[in-house]
């Protein structure tokens, strides 16, 4: 008989959702979204945590939370060496609490410290996106400080380039598609790490 891949899952939890019926299971271990902004980590993981029915939290939004200010200020007052620092802080202690789902925010997987962090405490998973659909998801907002450039979608472009030998770090690799949904995506996700050794619990 041939091994379990995630395509059975996807196709298990298709199967399910068709007929609404929730996606449960217990996490022995955090699940930490990686990937470039707009791949949909803040989305995506509060979708797969509200089916999972584990704790959602997101690093910018507790270095928010923790500063009182948003991450562009924090980035215009303080500097990135200073928001990465807060972040790498945020990251350990959100991977030292219970397991849920931890989003990131797309430059904390760039660190080795946050790695090996990750890779110890939590499952790493990337979710992948091509240009153009990171593009159309981000192109409308400005609240990304490092996309407060003359021309940001090179920047886009460069920082994917930059970033994506360290992305493919990642444990688990998710591909987003254009016209998924994001409970769709999040379906998905969940049916990748279904076949992580011991990492969902069925309930
Ligand atoms: N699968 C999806 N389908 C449609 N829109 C999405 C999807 N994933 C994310 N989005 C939208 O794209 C934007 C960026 O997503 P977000 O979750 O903030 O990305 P990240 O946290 O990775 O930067 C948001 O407006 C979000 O609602
Ligand atoms: O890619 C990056 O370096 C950043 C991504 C942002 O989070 P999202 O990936 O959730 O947009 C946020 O942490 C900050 O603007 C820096
Ligand atoms: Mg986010």
Same mark, same amino acid.
């Given at each position: 008989?041939?091994?379990?891949?995630?395509?059975?899952g996807?196709?298990?939890? !298709?199967?399910?959702a068709?007929?609404?019926?929730?996606? =449960? $299971?217990?996490?022995? !271990?955090?699940?930490?979204?990686?990937?470039?902004?707009?791949?949909g980590?803040?989305?995506?993981? +509060?979708a797969?945590?509200?089916?999972? /029915?584990?704790?959602? =939290?997101?690093?910018?939004?507790?270095?928010?939370?923790?500063?009182?200010?948003? @991450?562009?200020?924090?980035?215009a007052? &303080?500097?990135?060496?200073?928001?990465?620092?807060?972040? %790498?802080?945020? =990251?350990?202690? =959100?991977?030292? $609490?219970?397991?849920?789902?931890?989003? +990131?925010?797309? $430059?904390?997987? *760039?660190?080795?410290?946050?790695?090996?962090?990750?890779?110890? *405490?939590?499952?790493?998973?990337?979710?992948?996106?091509?240009?153009?659909? #990171?593009?159309?998801? @981000?192109?409308?907002?400005?609240?990304?400080?490092?996309? !407060?450039?003359? &021309?940001?979608?090179?920047? #886009?472009? &460069?920082?994917?380039?930059?970033? #994506?030998?360290?992305? %493919?770090?990642?444990?688990?690799?998710?591909?987003?598609?254009? /016209?998924? %949904?994001?409970? &769709?995506?999040?379906?998905?996700?969940?049916?990748?790490? !279904?076949?992580?050794?011991?990492?969902?619990?069925?309930?």
């Open positions: 008989m041939r091994e379990m891949g995630p395509e059975d996807i196709d298990k939890v !298709r199967a399910g068709e007929q609404d019926q929730p996606v =449960l $299971g217990h996490l022995t !271990r955090s699940i930490v979204l990686v990937g470039m902004m707009g791949s980590k803040t989305a995506v993981g +509060t797969v945590a509200r089916f999972l /029915g584990a704790p959602f =939290l997101d690093s910018d939004h507790e270095i928010e939370r923790a500063a009182q200010m948003t @991450v562009a200020e924090i980035f007052r &303080d500097g990135e060496p200073f928001f990465r620092a807060r972040e %790498s802080e945020v =990251l350990e202690r =959100l991977l030292s $609490g219970p397991p849920g789902v931890i989003s +990131t925010g797309g $430059g904390a997987f *760039l660190s080795e410290t946050n790695r090996e962090m990750i890779a110890r *405490l939590g499952v790493s998973v990337w979710l992948k996106a091509d240009l153009e659909l #990171l593009w159309n998801r @981000v192109r409308h907002k400005n609240t990304r400080p490092l996309l !407060r450039t003359a &021309d940001p979608k090179k920047t #886009l472009t &460069d920082l994917l380039a930059q970033r #994506l030998p360290h992305y %493919s770090k990642a444990q688990v690799v998710v591909e987003a598609e254009q /016209g998924l %949904s994001v409970p &769709d995506m999040a379906r998905k996700v969940i049916a990748h790490l !279904r076949v992580v050794d011991g990492l969902i619990e069925e309930v």
